[in-house]
Nanobody
Framework: QLQASGGGLVQAGESLRVSCASS????????MGWFRQAPRKEREFVAA????????YYADSVKGRFTISRDNAKRTVTLQMDNLVPEDTAVYYC???????????????????????WGRGTLVTVSS
């Protein structure tokens, strides 16, 4: 249902865009999130966007460098990643949750257990 794409290998300081496309359901009903998991580390929250697109949250580690956006007509959510650093190297997963709230709280959107659907992930590697 969720297909992530756009990962790859870049050098530190460069940019990369990863996208997640949904193939089922009414996309506008879903809050969307991005998480990542680096080797030998726990999965961590990266960014999230509410159904309406008005509530957007970022992890402190990516704030000011990453931008999340959604296009309900195209059923996609995009994570624009600028000024990448080697610590951003991870598999990036998109996640979705059907919710009745147009703008969920950061507590809900930043928690992995909030989401009910997950994509397979796309690998982002940043070399120094």
């Amino acid at each position: 249902q969720l297909q992530a794409s756009g990962g790859g290998l870049v050098q530190a300081g460069e940019s990369l865009r990863v996208s997640c496309a949904s193939s089922r359901g009414t996309f506008s009903r879903f809050a969307m999130g991005w998480f990542r998991q680096a080797p030998r580390k726990e999965r961590e929250f990266v960014a999230a966007i509410s159904r309406s697109g008005s509530a957007i949250y970022y992890a402190d580690s990516v704030k000011g460098r990453f931008t999340i956006s959604r296009d309900n007509a195209k059923r996609t959510v995009t994570l624009q990643m600028d000024n990448l650093v080697p610590e951003d190297t991870a598999v990036y997963y998109c996640a979705a949750k059907a919710t009745i709230l147009t703008d969920d709280s950061v507590t809900r959107l930043s928690t992995s257990t909030f989401y009910e659907y997950w994509g397979r992930g796309t690998l982002v590697t940043v070399s120094s």
